[in-house]
C-alpha cells in the first residue's frame, strides 16, 4: 500500500537510533504534555495523535495491541521505540512487563536510565523529553551529548545547548 508505506517512512524518519544493537531508538517527533512521543496520522479523514511507541511496537513485532494492554519501557527512556519480538526489545506489553521490570531491576538491562526518569515530577519528565530531542535535533547520536540525558549518570559532560 502506497499510503501507509509514506506513513511509515514519515515515522522513522522522526527517530534516532543507537549506534549499539541494544541502544534506545529516540522518537524526535511532537512531544506532549505527558513527555511521551505523539505521531500525527489522517485516519479516516481527521487527524489523529498516535503513541510513537505503540505504532513502532505493532509495525516492528507484528502484533495488534489492545486499547486496553499497556506498553512499558523497560528501558525508562519515555521517547523510545525501540520494539522486537526478542529479549532485547525495550518496550514490553501488559503481562510480560513485570518480568522485564524485575529484570531490569536485577541490573541485567542494558540501559542505565531508571535513575533519571523515575520519580521525578511530570513537568521535569516532559522537560527531559524535550532537552533530548533537542540534543538529538542538533548533534545527531553524538555519544558524549545523549548518553548522559539518557542515563544522568555523566555529571561532568559539559551543557553544549
Ligand atoms: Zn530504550
Redesign the pocket.
Known sequence: MRQSRAVEDRFWEKVVKGPEPND?WVWIGAIADDGYGRFWVTREGGQRALRPQRYAYEKLTGQTLHPGIILL?A?D?PL?V?ASTGPDT?LVPGTQALNMLDRSRKGRHA?ASTFRWRGVGRAQFRAQSLTLRTALLEHGWNETIIRPLLTGIDPEAPTLF
Do not use: L
Request: contains cysteine.
Open positions: 534506545c519501557h528501558c527512556v523510545c525501540h525495550h540501559n
